[in-house]
């Protein structure tokens, strides 16, 4: 099972991301989009996701641990900035702490 198997929300239609393997990395993507063409192409990377949280803490997770401090996650948008880079626009909600939030002006790790 991936690391954030179920965890991951749209946040256009509310259905769950799905897990796709891309030359040889793992990423999530909007079962709707995927499925069907009928919703925002947006996918983010594993590891960015994971980076996000190993940096807010400052250690690394197992996967038992990851799953139990995440109550879900909510991706929006992924834009690029003015420099062309991927911009990622993501809630990381978690159980006990407050939310990794990464918006177009605004971050909170
Ligand atoms: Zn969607």
Redesign the pocket.
Known sequence: MALFSKLIK?G????NFKVKKERGKIKYI????DNYRN??RISVEENFILDLIETRYDKKFTEKEIRGIIDYIEIFDKIKNKEGEDLHILNIYFKNDKPIILSENFLQL
């Open positions: 749209c256009h239609c509310g259905g909007c079962s709707k989009y919703c925002k």
